[in-house]
């Protein structure tokens, strides 16, 4: 498999993976032998795509450093990826990350202003997420 920026820790580009949900598709071909797809251009061009190239002129312009919009596509149906671009182990590091955060800052509210931002038991739902996600 290739080791493509939903490999790596970057900043995700959102405007790239929203083209990616829309870029039309004309064929997929995705079983554990091969990751395949074929996708139709704005003009009718039709480009060829694995998780490692595209016949696209983004994919050339960019020389192979960055996937197109259409090796994201293709990653996203191959299940390698969710439309937000995150692994799922990306996923559950980012979910985990939002639950501290929202979990700290309603411990820290009620510290300092001794007045809870949510319920008890909205409190204790966040924890047992986020204790859920931790033993994964
Ligand atoms: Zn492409």
Known sequence: MSNWIWENEAPKDEGRLKRAAKVKVDSLSINENECKGVFIGSEGTIYQTDLETCSCPDFAIKQGYIPCKHILRLAMEAGIIN?????PQQQRLADIAALRQQIASAYGFYYHFDS?????????????RLADLEAK
Do not use: V
């Open 116 to 128: 809870p931002i949510m319920p008890d038991k909205k409190y204790d739902e966040l924890k047992a």
């Open 83 to 87: 439309a937000n671009g995150n692994t």
